[in-house]
C-alpha cells in the first residue's frame, strides 16, 4: 500500500480535509472572540490569585512567581501575542489559503498535502493531535487501567481561560523555542552558514532540524507527565509535540502558538456554555476521523521518502496542482 492507493479517490481526501477546515475554522474564531471577551472579566479574579511561571527539565521547576496587577497585566500580554499571532498569520495566509481552497474543490482534489499555509496545515495537524490521545486513551481503557487526567471541570471558567492561553505561549516559549528553536537556530548559524528567523520560520525541517524536533517533542512529553497527567499521557503529547514543533519549524513561533491555541480551546466554548457540548462532540468526532486519516497519510509519505520514492509522489502532487491551475486559467479565458 502506498499514498498513491488514496490518492486514487481524491473526493475523499479533499471530503476530509474540508470537514477538518470547517470545524477548525469555526472553533479558531469563536475561541478567539471568547478570548478577546475574557479581557472583562477574567483579570480581575486573577489579581486576586498568584500563578507560577515554569520551566522544564523535564521536571516542572518554578521560575518566577506573579501575582496581583502583574498577573493580570501578564495576562492581557498573553491574550495579545495570541490574537496578534492570528492576525499575522491572516494577512499572509488568509487569502492564498481561499484561493487554493476553491481551486481544489474545483478540480476535486485536496490541497497538497505538504502546503505550508498555516490555515491548510492546522486542520491536518490539529486533526492528528486529536487522534492520537483518542486511541492511547482508548489503549488504557481496554488495558483495564485508569488514566490520571486533571479535573478541568472543577476549575472557575477564569482559571481556566489563563491556564489554556498561558500554555498556548509560555510552553511554546520554554519547549519550542528553549528546546528547537535557540539550539537548532545556533546549529544552522555556526554549522550551515544561514540564520534563521524563528518568528517566521525556519522554512524547511533538515537532518538537524529533525534531530532537535524529536528532542523538544520528548521534553514537552515528559513535562505533561510530570505536570497533572500521568505516564499515560507521554506517547500521544509526544505526536502532539511533534505537531507543534513542526508548524514552529514552518512557520515560526506564530504557527506554533496558534496551533496550541486551537488545541487547548477546542472545548472552551461548551465550558462557557455548556449546552454546546453536543456541538462540540460532533467536531470532535469529525477531527478524530480526519485524525486517522492523515495519520496514515503521513506515514506514507514518510516511509516513501525513507524508501527514495518521495520525488516521484511529491511530483504528482505538484502536476495536479499544475492541471487545476491550466484549467482555472482556461476557464478565465472563455470567461473573457
Known amino acids: ?69 502583574t498577573l493580570s497585566t501578564y495576562y492581557v500580554l498573553l491574550v ?25 474543490i474545483k478540480g476535486q482534489r485536496e490541497p497538497t498535502l505538504w502546503d505550508d499555509n498555516v490555515f491548510i496545515m492546522t486542520p491536518r495537524l490539529l486533526s492528528i493531535m486529536f487522534f492520537f490521545p483518542t486511541v492511547s ?16 471541570g472543577s476549575r472557575p471558567i477564569w482559571e481556566m481561560f489563563y491556564g489554556f492561553a498561558n500554555a498556548s505561549v509560555w510552553e511554546e516559549l520554554i519547549l519550542r523555542v528553549m528546546f528547537l528553536g535557540i ?26 532540524g529533525f534531530f532537535f524536533l524529536l528532542f523538544s517533542s520528548l521534553m514537552f512529553a515528559m513535562a505533561h507527565a510530570y505536570g497533572g497527567w500521568d505516564m499515560y499521557k507521554v506517547p500521544p503529547t509526544f505526536f502532539t509535540g511533534m505537531a507543534l514543533g513542526y508548524a514552529f519549524l514552518k512557520r515560526g513561533l506564530p504557527g506554533a502558538i496558534i496551533l496550541h491555541f486551537t488545541l487547548d480551546f477546542f472545548t472552551m466554548a461548551a465550558w462557557v456554555e455548556p449546552r454546546l457540548w453536543a456541538a462540540v462532540e460532533v467536531g470532535f468526532f469529525i477531527m478524530v476521523l480526519a485524525g486517522a486519516y492523515y495519520t496514515l497519510k503521513y506515514i506514507m509519505e514518510v516511509w516513501q521518502a525513507a524508501t527514495g520514492s518521495e520525488k516521484k509522489e511529491r511530483g504528482r502532487d505538484e502536476d495536479g496542482r499544475k492541471d487545476i491551475s491550466r484549467m482555472m486559467n482556461a476557464r478565465r479565458q472563455v470567461i473573457r
Open 183 to 208: 539550539p537548532l537556530g545556533l546549529y544552522c548559524t555556526i554549522q550551515e552558514g544561514w540564520k534563521p528567523r524563528m518568528l517566521e520560520g525556519f522554512g524547511k525541517v533538515t537532518r538537524s
Open 80 to 104: 495579545g501575542a495570541i490574537i496578534s499571532s492570528f492576525m499575522v498569520l491572516a494577512h499572509k495566509d488568509l487569502r492564498p489559503c481561499l484561493d487554493r481552497i476553491l481551486e481544489s
Open 1 to 69: 500500500m502506498s499514498a498513491s492507493s488514496l490518492s486514487r479517490h481524491p473526493r475523499i481526501g479533499l471530503l476530509v480535509f474540508l470537514s477538518a477546515f470547517t470545524v477548525t475554522l469555526i472553533s479558531m474564531c469563536t475561541s478567539l472572540i471568547l478570548l478577546f471577551s475574557s479581557l472583562v472579566y477574567v483579570p480581575s479574579p486573577l489579581s486576586s490569585s498568584t500563578q507560577w511561571l515554569f520551566i522544564s527539565t523535564p521536571r516542572i521547576v518554578g521560575l518566577v512567581q506573579l501575582s496581583g496587577g
Open 137 to 152: 486513551y482508548l489503549l488504557v481503557e481496554i488495558a483495564g487501567a485508569s488514566a490520571v487526567v486533571p479535573d478541568f
